[in-house]
Structure formats: structure tokens, C-alpha cells
């Protein structure tokens, strides 16, 4: 397949494109490369994959030095005619999107960073869609729809109305724009409910590559909720399993769904949610104990109360990936973390990068 993935220079989709490649499919990745983060970690990304920091220019299509059938574009979401130009001549059997302006706690402090790239972003990948015949579509939602619920494990036939972050929020109103273009275009969606993905490449604000920089350099970390948090820690290569998986299946219309007792997670239409996470919550100080162990020392802990728009606790009910795509995430939390250590090292090696990398919010 020819496959659009935006968001390439980010985590979750550096990881899949190679992965695509790989297999041999045509791969087009898109990404805007923000400074939400250290853009060190983003080039360092694309250059897996054979992609040229020096060559990146706005608006112009390259091609990667490793592998012939993956081309790279500098683009914006927000800018449509440029978006839509790409989709005409590319002419995509599929998309999936992963760009997006990410993080709880930055959302409340730049909301409109949220409207601007996940809000008219995604309407302008949908229209792309639309007018040039690309029938499947898979996009990042995020667990942090479920907000106020509090029924564990997360299922995606709850009920997810009570957002507690604009980011939650943005997500949410993704997956009722899919649906819409679903029912009225028939372009099959699926939405991917992601439960805190880490590993190797993992984003800088998030709580692994914060722990084990602060511990290499014997500073103590924030731990919210006094440590009680349990998050349903996902190891990348169990997330780009899934999401290959999802995208050699399009969502179908779920013939038994009714009007009158509607099920949240399908519908008539050919659109469809799934959560994506490991079914295991881990208490966020057994989390930080495994880091500990990975780099053989203690670390000291400076316990605070819940931040706003945290929830105190994830747990993805998976049995729908589980019985619809076999998904069965193998990688546990030591073993996810050893290996992330083990590429920190490396990617920061002799401190030739670390002084570069920003501050920036602490998330998880």
C-alpha cells in the first residue's frame, strides 16, 4: 500500500513508518517539526529512516538516503491547500494520523495550540480524504478521554462525556468528526485510544525520559499524586504492532448496532474505536522502581498532590483489538524500560546532547 502517516518526526510514528518500510510498503511521512520539545530528538527520528536534517525544507517532498519508497514533506496541517494538493498527486490508500499536539498539562496553559492542530488539522485531513478517495483512515486518540470515569478497566463501550483537559477534549471531538465523515462518506475510521506509550525515541516530556534524566544526573523527580498513579504503561513495539494491524483492517460497519441502544466503540457506519495499551496497570513507584533497577541506583522522590487534568489511574480493556486483530502486547515494563535505558545512553552518549535538550513540561 501507498500510506500516509503524519506525525513522522514524533514517537509513535517514527516507529511505525520504519516498521511499514520495512514490509514494503510505500510510505509518505508528514510532520510539521514543532519545538514543543528538543527538535534533536525529532531529526534524530527522521534520520533513522534515512531522512536528511540539512535537506528539509518547507513544502518539499525528499527522499530518504535508506529506504527508496519512503519520502518525507515539512507540512502543516493547518495549511490546506497545500495538504490537499499532496493528497491529489500522492493518491493514498491510506492514512494514518498521528500529528498532533500532544500533553495534558500544556493544554492548559496553550489551549489554542489544541484547536489550531488537532482540532482544523484533522478537519483537513478528513476533507483530504474525502475529495480523493482514500477509504481508510486510522488516527491517535488518547486514553485521557475516559476523564472523569472512573469504572476500570477503560472500555470503549463507557461512556467518555466528561473530559478533564482540553487535550481529552480535542481527542474526543476527533472521534465524533470521524464518525460523521463515516456516516456521511463512507470512509472507513478508527480511532486508537493510546494508553502512555514508552521506549526507545520516546518524547522528552514524558515521565521515563524525565526520571532517567534527572537519576543519571542525581536530581530528585516530581512524583505526583504522592505516587499513587497507575497508568497502563504501553511499550512501543506492542502500539506499532497494533496500529499495522488496524491499518491492514478497515473498520466495517457494525450490522447489529441500533439507534435506540447505541454502542459507543462502533456504529452503522464503517467506523470503529479501539483502546491500544498493555492491560496491565503498573503503580507509578513500582514504574520508577524498574528504572531504578535498570540503572543500578536509588532515586529521590519529591511526593506531591494530583495535578490538574490528571487522572489518578488507566487500565485499557483491550478485548475488542484482542478478539477483532489478535493484538496480544508481549513487552513488560522492566524489560520496555531496560531497553529504553539502554538507547538513552547511547542517544546522549559522553553528554554531546544532553545540554541541548529544553525545559519543558512534565507530563505523563
Request: with cysteine.
Amino acid at each position: 500500500m501507498k500510506i500516509l502517516i503524519t506525525g513522522t518526526a514524533g514517537f509513535i510514528g517514527s516507529h511505525l513508518a520504519l516498521r511499514l518500510l520495512e514490509r514494503g510498503d510505500e510510505v509518505v511521512g508528514l510532520d510539521n517539526i514543532n519545538d514543543y520539545y528538543d527538535q534533536r530528538v525529532k531529526y534524530g527520528r527522521l534520520a533513522m529512516a534515512g531522512i536528511n536534517e540539512e535537506a528539509i525544507a518547507y513544502n518539499t517532498p525528499i527522499t530518504s538516503s535508506k529506504y527508496p519508497n519512503y519520502s518525507f514533506i515539512r507540512l502543516d496541517l493547518e495549511d490546506k491547500p497545500n495538504l490537499m494538493n499532496l493528497f491529489e498527486q500522492e493518491k493514498f490508500d491510506a492514512v494514518c494520523n498521528l500529528a498532533a499536539q500532544a500533553g495534558v498539562r500544556y493544554s492548559i496553559t496553550n489551549p489554542d495550540a489544541y484547536i489550531s492542530s488537532n482540532i482544523v488539522g484533522f478537519i483537513n485531513i478528513l476533507e483530504a480524504c474525502r475529495h480523493n478517495g482514500v477509504n481508510n483512515l486510522c488516527y491517535a486518540s488518547s486514553s485521557s478521554v475516559y476523564g472523569l470515569n472512573e469504572e476500570l478497566p477503560f472500555s470503549v463501550h463507557h461512556n467518555v462525556d466528561h473530559p478533564i483537559s482540553l487535550y481529552a477534549a480535542s481527542k474526543k471531538t476527533n472521534e465524533l468528526m470521524a464518525h460523521t465523515y463515516s456516516h456521511l462518506y463512507g470512509i472507513a475510521t478508527t480511532g486508537l485510544r493510546f494508553f502512555t506509550v514508552y521506549g526507545p525515541w520516546g518524547r522528552p516530556d514524558m515521565a521515563l525520559f524525565l526520571f532517567t534524566k534527572a537519576a543519571i544526573a542525581g536530581k530528585p523527580i516530581d512524583v505526583f499524586n504522592y505516587g499513587n498513579m497507575q497508568r497502563d504503561f504501553t511499550y512501543i513495539d506492542d502500539i506499532v504492532e497494533g496500529i499495522t494491524r488496524v491499518i491492514d483492517h478497515p473498520a466495517k460497519a457494525n450490522a447489529a448496532w441500533t439507534g435506540k441502544q447505541p454502542e459507543p466503540g462502533s456504529s452503522s457506519a464503517p467506523y470503529k474505536i479501539y483502546n491500544i495499551g498493555n492491560n496491565n496497570p503498573v503503580q507509578l513507584l513500582e514504574y520508577i522502581g524498574a528504572i531504578e533497577q535498570a540503572l543500578g541506583k536509588n532515586i529521590e522522590k519529591n511526593l506531591l498532590p494530583l495535578q490538574a487534568g490528571d487522572v489518578p489511574a488507566t487500565y485499557a480493556d483491550v478485548q475488542d483489538l484482542v478478539e477483532d486483530l489478535d493484538y496480544k502486547p508481549e513487552t513488560t515494563v522492566q524489560e520496555g524500560i531496560n531497553k529504553f535505558i539502554e538507547w538513552y545512553k547511547s542517544f546522549f552518549a559522553a553528554g554531546k546532547r544532553e545540554s541541548e535538550v529544553a525545559k519543558i513540561p512534565f507530563c505523563y
